[in-house]
Nanobody, 125 residues
């Protein structure tokens, strides 16, 4: 079992920044790729960013590439999402997920078997 707890969400103005954190416990964090997804009411969970086990490989959705950065600290069992130049369309509940053990970074939510409770990010115009 892996427990994930997100933090760092909040209300920010357009162009602002936020840093999300996801702390993991109870499982083999360093053996899992990690991902950030977001979801708005009535829509499917959308891939935002992912990072492989070692942190040497990352993937981003086109909508956040160049603005967001994912990183991880395996000594602290934590993955981060630095979000810059935020836009109103980034408003969503952000979830971190732990993928089933593999070597690549999956972008489908079905490859992730543990999820946090989510943290709300609201970007005002």
């Amino acid at each position: 079992q892996v427990q994930l707890v997100e933090s760092g969400g909040g209300l920010v103005q357009t162009g602002g920044s936020l840093r999300l954190s996801c702390a993991a416990s109870g499982g083999s964090f360093s053996s899992r790729a990690m991902g950030w997804f977001r979801q708005t009411p009535g829509k499917e969970r959308e891939f935002v960013a992912g990072i492989n086990r070692s942190g040497g490989n990352t993937r981003y959705s086109d909508s956040v590439k160049g603005r967001f950065a994912i990183s991880r600290d395996n000594t602290k069992n934590t993955v981060y999402l630095q979000m810059n130049s935020l836009k109103p369309e980034d408003t969503a509940v952000y979830y971190c997920g732990a993928a089933t053990p593999r070597t690549y970074v999956p972008i489908t939510p079905f490859a992730y078997d543990y999820w946090g409770q989510g943290t709300q990010v609201t970007v005002s115009s």
